[in-house]
């Protein structure tokens, strides 16, 4: 398949070539707004600074599930999920082809922040995610995040940057339901501006040493379900849980109702917040503190 013009992702780039060069990527799941509004508010703002190296923002990653407004890309194309498909191979389907396209652009970037929230099914706590643990003061650029080590995830755009580049990739998490949470907007843009100042991207203006004395994440667990159904949960982002305290109600396709309980003791930093769900999906996601 070969991809369409109006498919193809736009890009604004400033400071053409010039290191160090950052990234900032939006719109890997089309159902994710937060990072998409950043990425308008921190485009405009560029432009009125004094630049030292080079930007390219890609908002919109996904044109085709951005336009549905779905976390996959639409079945008529393959219903992929892009954001398990880098760095993508050419001649192949649809999202494949997108994957490898987005990689090329990006893949001579020192640092990459790749911005994310629960879209449509899921809402998350804010999450300052890193890989290598020389970052932690750049994802520390987040206000009121968790600091969050990101699970080793095949496929994922900032795991596959870090895996093989080697370089600066930090991965955030902010938000969800299929709504624009505009404080975690206002304040990815917030982050975004103090990480290019720090990488020297743009002149840097007083502002200090942003601290990173506030919670962080160790080892993250998922609970799924392995039948389709409809959980109402009972539980929210940042709550404490402990092994075995209810978690919400399960209703079966036969309307029975039970509780669920959790199987983990942490810190609740994701919910699924759409009730139905599918053999497979989780429905919450656990972190514990260290």
């Known amino acids: 398949m070969t991809i369409a013009p109006e498919q193809v992702p736009i890009y604004w780039q400033i400071g053409q070539s010039i290191h160090p060069c950052a990234v900032v990527t939006a719109m890997v799941h089309g159902d994710e707004?937060?990072?998409?509004?950043?990425?308008?508010?921190?485009?405009?703002?560029?432009?009125?600074?004094?630049?030292?190296?080079?930007?390219m923002i890609l908002p919109v990653c996904n044109?085709?599930?951005?336009?549905?407004?779905?976390r996959h890309t639409p079945t008529r194309y393959d219903g992929l999920n892009l954001a398990r498909t880098f760095p993508g191979v050419t001649g192949s389907s649809y999202t494949q082809q997108l994957a490898h396209a987005l990689w090329n652009l990006i893949r001579d970037a020192d640092a990459l922040i790749d911005l994310h929230s629960g879209g449509v099914g899921y809402d998350y706590a804010r999450l300052a995610g890193y890989y290598r643990d020389t970052d932690v003061d750049?994802?520390?650029?987040?206000?009121?995040?968790?600091?969050?080590?990101?699970?080793?995830?095949?496929?994922?755009?900032?795991?596959?940057?870090?895996?093989?580049k080697g370089k600066v990739s930090l991965g955030w998490e902010c938000g969800g339901e299929a709504r624009l949470d505009r404080a975690g907007a206002d304040d990815y843009a917030i982050a975004v501006k103090r990480v290019l100042?720090?990488?020297?991207v743009v002149a840097r203006k007083g502002g200090?040493?942003?601290?990173?004395?506030?919670?962080?994440i160790g080892r993250t667990r998922r609970q799924t379900c392995s039948t389709a159904g409809w959980f109402l949960p009972e539980l929210t982002v940042g709550s404490r849980i402990k092994r075995g305290q209810v978690i919400g109600q399960w209703i079966k396709p036969d309307l029975r109702v039970r509780e669920l309980v959790s199987r983990h003791?942490?810190?609740v930093i994701a919910v699924r917040t759409l009730p139905r769900v599918?053999?497979?999906?989780?429905?919450v996601l656990v972190g514990e503190l260290v």
């Open 278 to 283: 599918e053999p497979g999906d989780y429905l």
């Open 208 to 216: 200090g040493r942003v601290g990173h004395s506030r919670p962080r």
């Open 33 to 55: 707004f937060e990072g998409f509004v950043a990425a308008l508010d921190v485009w405009k703002w560029v432009r009125t600074v004094d630049l030292q190296g080079s930007l």
């Open 265 to 267: 003791s942490g810190i």
């Open 63 to 70: 044109p085709a599930a951005a336009q549905a407004a779905t």
């Open 138 to 164: 750049l994802a520390a650029c987040f206000p009121k995040a968790f600091l969050w080590p990101v699970p080793a995830t095949p496929g994922v755009l900032s795991y596959e940057f870090s895996r093989i």
């Open 197 to 200: 100042a720090r990488l020297g």
